[in-house]
């Protein structure tokens, strides 16, 4: 398998500009998660889903971040207008269900910089 | 709110050292513990721990789990530059919904 696929590997957009990232999960993991990082607040998550229904989308930071799964293979983070704050790495990670733990493997992120 | 404190946030040693990373932690309902290796982009599991005391190994790495005390080391021997990074805890918990809450990372720099 090739892993955690995210595109793309780097964005520089203009405030107020959509942004919409992309990801494709490991085949056969049920859960996705996207994860912001900065120095500042390290890794936060944003939302996962479980079988393509988002669960617990407390970390979307405002109404201008919304994310969607519409199949099992596919999912996107838009940011709608985006911000400097929003300057981030972006990551995409699947999971398993089963067992103890949650094993996540993580995509390559996508680089964002919002001038 | 789950919590998870690593440290040292930073460290720099020689070739050859053995370092030890720490992580403590504050959740409820317990499930996991997991380190990552974050060299330049995405995090890369190391280990998971849900049991006290059974020390995970892989070649010269290490880590155990205490479940009483609230934390868990990750031990390096024989340190070389390769082992340069960021290193990351996170710990899973039932009451926040199965979600992974990571650390800030401790970052290790490995000097020849």
């Known amino acids: 398998d090739a892993g955690v696929i995210q595109s793309p590997r780097h964005e520089v957009t203009e405030m107020g500009q959509e942004v919409t990232l992309r990801c494709k999960p490991i085949?056969?993991?049920?859960?996705l998660f996207w994860y912001r990082q900065t120095m500042m607040r390290g890794l936060e998550l944003l939302i996962y889903?479980?079988?393509?229904?988002?669960?617990?989308d407390s970390g979307m930071p405002e109404d201008r971040f919304s994310a969607k799964m519409p199949n099992a293979s596919f999912s996107t983070l838009k940011i709608q207008p985006s911000e400097p704050r929003d300057s981030a790495v972006y990551f995409c990670?699947?999971?398993?269900?089963?067992?103890?733990?949650?094993?996540?493997?993580f995509g390559s992120g996508t680089q964002l910089s919002v001038l | 709110e789950d919590k998870v404190v690593q440290s040292p946030l930073s460290l720099v040693v020689h070739e050859g050292d053995t370092v030890t990373l720490n992580c403590s932690y504050e959740v409820t309902n317990f499930r996991s513990l997991l380190w990552y290796k974050q060299e330049k982009k995405a995090p890369t599991f190391l280990f998971m721990l849900?049991?006290?005391?059974i020390e995970k190994k892989s070649g010269r790495l290490s880590s155990i789990l205490d479940k009483k005390e609230l934390f868990s080391i990750l031990n390096i021997t024989a340190t070389q530059t390769g082992d340069s990074a960021v290193y990351l805890c996170?710990?899973?918990?039932?009451?926040?919904?199965?979600?992974?809450?990571f650390g800030k990372g401790t970052l290790l720099t490995v000097n020849p």
């Open positions: 889903f479980n079988n393509n229904v988002p669960i617990d």
């Open positions: 085949s056969g993991h049920d859960y």
């Open positions: 849900t049991s006290s005391g």
């Open positions: 996170a710990v899973e918990a039932s009451s926040s919904n199965y979600k992974l809450t």
């Open positions: 990670a699947s999971s398993q269900t089963g067992g103890l733990g949650r094993k996540l493997f």
